[in-house]
């Protein structure tokens, strides 16, 4: 995913606390991680990292996000935005393959679009007997020669930390909100 799957900014929630996000570049292409302990149920976390059509709705950057196909396990996804740093701005936009390994793994590749690469996963792992988890991004990314060698890793990750915080702010969101009222018989 493009979200997945940027610079940290403070956010009122516990995860800010623990997010962690490095960016190295090697040649072309740069080397995400982003990290952050996330206190919520299993359900809610997989449900919000695989809501395709709604990560617009929390994700900073990404303007649109569609389910196209699915097949199994197995889903294509149209993703378009932009990533930023300081005054430059550079629209993106993949198709990309997830396959989905419920409820402790995401991974995305590439199909086409104005990145020359994208790999990505998402693993969750539980922490302990506790209702913590850490949710882990790794990706490898090689943006299309537009935007200037110096500026990628940077620009990797102020972006990809921007839009980590958006999912665990959501995640935490909606680990909070009260239970729907059971239906009367």
Known sequence: MLCAPLALHAVDTRAEETLKVEATRYGDTVQVNARALVKAPIAIIWSTLTDYDHLPDFIPGLEKSRLVERHGNRATIEQS????????????????????????????????????????????????????????????????????????????????????????????RRANLPPLPTPPP
């Open 81 to 172: 935005g932009y990533a930023h740093l300081w005054l430059f701005r550079f629209p993106l936009h993949a198709t990309v393959e997830v396959t989905e390994k419920p409820p402790t793994s995401i991974r995305t590749r590439l199909l086409h679009g104005n990145l020359k690469r994208l790999e990505g996963t998402y693993d969750i792992k539980k922490i302990a007997d506790s209702e913590t988890y850490l949710l882990h991004w790794s990706g490898t990314i090689e943006p299309e020669a537009n935007i200037p060698t110096f500026l990628a890793a940077p620009l990797m990750r102020k972006n990809i930390a921007e839009q980590f915080q958006g999912m665990i702010k959501e995640i935490e």
